[in-house]
């Protein structure tokens, strides 16, 4: 029924919305509430899909202001985000895949409404906890799914962290923020990210902690094993490995 949308089921209350092997966006269902968190490329009606799943009242949130999260957007009557990052959201609508997607479907991006760090988000019998975490957006946020111990980090905490972007803040910044919520590992068990197939481990909390902290202290070592080249559509950057080679940190200066 849906080309590039496929529908993962990960518990009785959470659905993985995965575009395209692109980007992943989740729903959330509680008694009263879903929370859509997230709605990918736009490419396909994400929110036709999740009318699939639910007929209880939506409320999107974004977890960052880039278009591989927000394009979806244009299929809500409104979406929410950290205010912060709302500069960055208008900017990546001026792309031409978006211009083109909104000539296309006779939409627009709905109105952003502010998400505050530290909310709780009541969806009936489940919450969300909004927590902050500025690194590879100024306004990233995670979302804290209290009853079922389930982050959901958006781009802020994954396998491929980029943050050689212009948007990104310094690694240093990241790291102090990464630090300030080391509370989640005692109310977390898993991560859901902003291009996951699955379940990952709260571990990876601490990896990329790691990681960071590593890629600080030796500032990154330019030889092949430590640190190289990375090309990605815009550029070359470079990349620190972490937890175990598994996973990198992209970056262009280590400050
Ligand atoms: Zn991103």
Redesign the pocket.
Known sequence: MFERIKVKQLNEHVYLLDDNGEATGYLVTGKEKAAVIDTMNGIEDVHKVIRTLTDLPIMLINT?G?CD?IFGNIYFDEAFINPVDIPLAMEQTQHKEFVELCAKTGLSLPPFKPVSDRATIDLGGLTLDVIGLPG??AGGICLLLNEERILFT??SINHHL?MQLDECLALSSFYENLKQIAFVKDKADFILH?HAQNFDSIKLYDKLLDGVKDLLETGGKGDEVFDYEYKWFNGKCRHHPFGNGESVICYNRVD
């Open positions: 960052h880039h999260h590879h957006t958006g781009d980029w902003g």
